[in-house]
């Protein structure tokens, strides 16, 4: 199996939980913990641009900090590379886990999107 980069809190449940599964996989992870080393700007640039998903998915809404900085009204009228200079300021403001191979990404835990693309 491949190896894999894991940005991840290790508190986090979900986190522990997608790391035990890829595990149990057989991929050899490298695991990076998400508030103490948070992932710079440039890097959560290349990992949205190969997620081929929208920046804003990559807040973790239901977070805290998220909630109290008032991001849900604020976020629509920041520029991209304010997003991203926002989300690699404060690991938690980053929705986790982060699972890259350095050509695919998933965000977040969902046994079956891990299963077709990470089996």
């Known amino acids: 199996m491949s190896k894999l980069t894991v940005y991840q809190y290790p ?12 595990q149990a996989s057989g991929h050899e992870l490298e695991l ?11 890097e959560l640039g290349r ?3 190969l997620s081929g998903l929208e920046l804003k998915k ?9 909630r109290g900085l008032g991001l849900k009204d604020k976020l629509p009228s920041l520029s991209r590379e304010e997003q991203l200079a926002l989300l690699a300021s404060n690991g938690m403001l980053i929705k986790r886990p982060i699972v890259t191979d350095g050509q695919r990404v998933t965000l977040g835990f969902k046994e079956d999107e891990f299963a077709s693309v990470w089996s």
Do not use: Q
């Open 32 to 42: 990076h913990h998400i508030v103490e080393a948070p992932p710079t700007a440039d």
């Open 58 to 66: 990559f807040f973790n809404t239901s977070g805290e900090v998220y």
């Open 11 to 22: 508190k986090c449940s979900t986190c522990r939980n997608a790391v035990k599964w890829l």
């Open 47 to 49: 990992l949205a641009e």
